[in-house]
């Protein structure tokens, strides 16, 4: 249960509630709260109806009232924690060159990286040591635009919760289940047939056959798959690059490999 105290409108930044908020900015405070911060009035109406994630308190800007006061009853009536803020605090607050009008302080967490493979429908993604936020956020989008099942992080991972990584997802990390796992659990755990990417002793991607389910394996771009989780996929792909480029951006990749998999436009 939330303890903040009831206020008209909070208009210090030294208010207990602003500086939590303000430092979600940061992935230990993230971490030793057990929150994340989400902005915009589209993104939190997608936090909302999706019910995802624990909404744990919403920071509204007070000058934007006529803006926000549908959203503001949506999430009333889901007895969700409604604040409203002063202007110059939100404007502080706000990790955005635009600062938005409404803030949601959202409870965090992973989904059970075994389940999400044993009722897999379509394609889960698991992505090995993801170091860039940013390419993350994109992947989640792609994700979400595909209908994927979710998406397993292997690994040492950037932090899904970030603002860059949030920011890049365009609400779609409300949709999009993720878990975290080991390699060996993931081994252990994944019963589908799996594709990897490799440069050596691959077949080119548009060779390899997709029937799904089934789990896609990404690399990091510096060291791309592991050599034991490499071993454990039943088909490797490469994408030809035949410019002078090393390597493909991580989510460039990824989103070209579900796209030649799933081929939504035979549909």
Known sequence: MNSYKNTSVIESAQNPLIKKAA????????????????EGQRTIGAAIESGLYEIDCLLFDESASRETGALK???????????????????????????????????????????????AKTCVIA?????DPGNLGTIIRTADAMAIDGIILIGDSCDPFAPEC???????????????????????QNKLPTIGTALQGANDFREVSYKPPFA???????????????????????????????????????????????APWRK
């Open 23 to 38: 430092s979600l900015r940061d992935k230990k405070y993230r971490q030793q709260h057990g929150l994340f911060a989400a």
């Open 127 to 131: 992505l090995e040591s993801p170091r």
């Open 216 to 262: 896609l394996v990404m690399g990091s771009e510096q060291k791309g798959l592991s050599g034991e989780l490499a071993k454990s996929c039943d088909h490797l792909a490469k994408l030809p690059i035949p410019g002078k480029a090393e390597s493909l951006n991580l989510s460039v990749a990824t989103g070209v490999m579900l796209y030649a998999a799933l």
């Open 166 to 188: 949030v920011r890049a997802t365009m609400d779609s990390i409300f949709h999009i289940p993720l878990a975290r796992s080991t390699v060996a659990d993931f081994i252990k």
């Open 73 to 119: 009853k949506s999430a009333m009536a889901k007895k969700i924690k409604c604040v409203t803020v002063a202007s110059k605090v939100m404007q502080k607050l706000s990790q955005q060159d635009n600062a938005q009008n409404i803030i949601g302080l959202i409870r965090h967490k992973y989904a059970d990286a075994g389940k999400i493979l044993s009722s």
